[in-house]
């Protein structure tokens, strides 16, 4: 009976050290090409301004139509050019950039939007 059992416990170790090596010296398998994760803007940007200023049939027109903003590699904005507003601009108080009627000088406006001086 023991030379029984100690067959037994060699077979199961035999077959156990069999199957780990053949899968130590199978090939890997081929391996899939890392998928990379691409990022989208979840929402318009100008969708702040767009709540209360209706936007030209048109879109944007002349010079600036299909620009492409050099920091982020995205279509222009409102806020691109205009600047950020402020929390009180609801309320009236007048703190974006205007190209009709021009609140600050180039150099102020350069300034407050925080992009290099114009050559």
């Not at 899939?32 to 200023?53: K, M, S, Y």
């Not at 027109?61 to 995205?74: Q, V, W």
């Not at 939007?113 to 114009?118: E, G, R, T």
Request: proline share 8%; charged share 15%; net charge neutral.
């Amino acid at each position: 009976m023991s030379v029984l059992r100690s067959l037994l416990t060699a077979g199961v170790l035999a077959s156990g050290l069999f199957w780990s090596l053949n899968g130590i010296t199978a090939a890997p398998a081929a391996q899939q090409p890392e998928q990379r994760w691409t990022v989208t803007q979840q929402r318009n940007p100008d969708a702040a301004c767009l709540d209360c200023h209706k936007p030209d049939t048109e879109g944007m027109h002349g010079k600036h139509t299909g620009a492409i903003n050099p920091n982020n590699k995205l279509p222009v904005t409102c806020t691109n050019c205009h600047g950020q507003p402020s929390l009180h601009h609801r309320e009236g108080v007048k703190d974006v950039m205007r190209f009709n009627d021009p609140m600050y000088t180039l150099e102020q406006a350069e300034q407050r939007l925080h992009v290099l001086p114009s050559a």
